[in-house]
C-alpha cells in the first residue's frame, strides 16, 4: 500500500451506505487521512457526511461516533463541492429474499435519491461501486437481477458524468480481502481463515476449479477516493481486482502458508471439464493506480490483514473445536500473530 497524504482540511466527502464491508474500510482510510498531524489514531474531522437506508448513529471502532441520515433526505446542499462514493445498495441475495421486482425498485430508488442531490448542485466526484456481476451481465453470461441492476446503474452515472461534466468512476469491484470483512462465511478467504484457525483444516466444497484474485479494500477505497481527488475520468467502467489470479487449492495453501503452514487441506475431487473464473481485467485496475502513483498490495498482504482483521473481531476465528476457551485463544492468537510478524518480515 502507498502512503498518502493528509487529506485537505476542506474536503469534503459524502458516503452512501457506511456500515457495509467497504463502507467501513472506507470511513477507517479517511480517518486516517484527516487525523490530526502527529496522532497516532484515527479523525474523521467532521469531513464525512454519511447516508443510509435510515437515521442513526454509528459508533467506530477507533471510539468516534458518526451521524448517519436517511438516504432520502439527501439534497442537493449536501454534494455540492463534495467528492461522493456511492456505495449504497441492496445485495445480490436480497433479490431471492424480496423477489425481483422489489429488489429492483428499491435499489433504483436509492440510485434515484443521490441522483435527484446530483442534479441540483455539481460535486467535485463521483465514485460509484459498481460489481464484476454487470461485467457478467454485459456479456450475457449471467442475468441475476443483481448484474443487470449494476449494468444499469453504471450507464445511469455514466451519462450523468458525461452530461454534466463531473468526474466519474464506475468501479466494477471482483474481490477484496482486508479489514472490516463481514459475512465471513461467505467468503472464500475468510471463509479458509475461519477453518484454519478452528479446526487447522480447510475443506473446499468446490466440485470444479474456482479461480479468483483479490485486492485489498484500503487500495480499493484509495482507488476511488484518489481518482475523485485527480479528477480522473473513464467513458466506461473499470474493473477493480487483483493481479494474482489463484485456485482455491493455491488459496488454501497461501492461508496455510500465512498461518505457519500447519493447516491440513481436503478436497474431493474436481471436475476439470468444468471451471468458475469471476475474474476482472486487471490491466484496468493497474492502470488507474499507476495514474494515481498508488502501488497495490500483493496477495500475502492481502491475507495477512484479513487473518489480524478476524483475530481481533471474528469470534469464530477465535473460538471453536480447536480453540475451545479464552486461554487457548488467546495463546493460539500470539502465535498466530508472530508466524505473520515473521513472515512480513521475510517479504
Known sequence: MTALPRLDSRTRIVLTGPSGWIGQAMLAHVAGRTAAAGTAGLALGGQVSAFASSARVMDLPWGETLPVRALDTIG??????????????????????????????????IDDALMGAIEGARPAS??????????????????????????????????????????????????????????????AISNMINQAMTAQAITIAARVPVFRSFLHVDDLCALALEA??????????????????????????????????????LRDPVDTAKTSAYLGNFSQ?????????????????????????????????????????????????SQVRAILEESSVKS
Open 285 to 333: 485496475t493497474k492502470a488507474l493506480a499507476m495514474q494515481l502513483g498508488l502501488k497495490l498490495s500483493p496477495l500475502p498482504s492481502c491475507i495477512r490483514d484479513t487473518i489480524n482483521w478476524l483475530l481481533d473481531h471474528s469470534s469464530a476465528a477465535r473460538t471453536g473445536p480447536v480453540l475451545q476457551s479464552t486461554q487457548q485463544a488467546t495463546k493460539r492468537g
Open 76 to 109: 442537493p446542499d449536501d454534494v455540492a463541492g463534495a467528492h461522493v462514493i456511492h456505495l449504497a445498495y441492496l445485495t445480490k441475495e436480497k433479490a431471492d429474499q424480496l423477489g425481483e421486482r422489489r429488489f429492483m425498485d428499491t435499489n433504483l430508488a
Open 126 to 187: 463521483l465514485f460509484v461501486a459498481s460489481s464484476g456481476a454487470a461485467a457478467l451481465a454485459a456479456a450475457g453470461a449471467d442475468l441475476h437481477p443483481y448484474g443487470v441492476a449494476k449494468l444499469r446503474q453504471e450507464a445511469r452515472f455514466l451519462e450523468w458524468g458525461q452530461r454534466s461534466g463531473v468526474p466519474v468512476i464506475a468501479g466494477r469491484i471482483f474481490n477484496i480481502a482486508g479489514p472490516y470483512i463481514n459475512k465471513v462465511e461467505s467468503y
Open 228 to 265: 475523485g481527488l485527480a479528477g480522473v475520468v473513464r467513458a466506461g467502467p473499470v474493473d477493480m481486482c487483483g493481479a494474482e489470479v489463484v485456485e482455491m487449492d493455491d488459496l488454501a495453501l497461501a492461508v496455510s502458508g500465512a498461518l505457519g503452514n500447519n493447516v491440513r487441506i
